[in-house]
């Protein structure tokens, strides 16, 4: 029987040290997501104020431009966009 008191006591000392982890944890890692998705939903929304262009942010993942070929990730559109903008630069290196 004492056996059994003093594990449960041992557990209890383990919550007792753990709760305050597990709870931080528990707040701060949502908080986290939130503010990150929030961020990343603000910049989408800038960059369609800037360009015009309809824009929709997915939660967690990336923000989505619509174009003629259809949705493309940002990071894709503006690595497109400027690629397509060198080659056709007028004054061409080789001339």
Known sequence: MNKLRYYYYEILDFLGYMAPI???????LPATIVLFNAAGNYKCNSYAKQTGRETRWVFMDDCYINTDTGWQSRDE?????T???LLTTKGNVHD
């Open 22 to 28: 597990v709870i931080m944890l528990a707040v701060l």
């Open 77 to 81: 559109y503006i690595a497109r966009s």
């Open 83 to 85: 690629a397509s903008e």
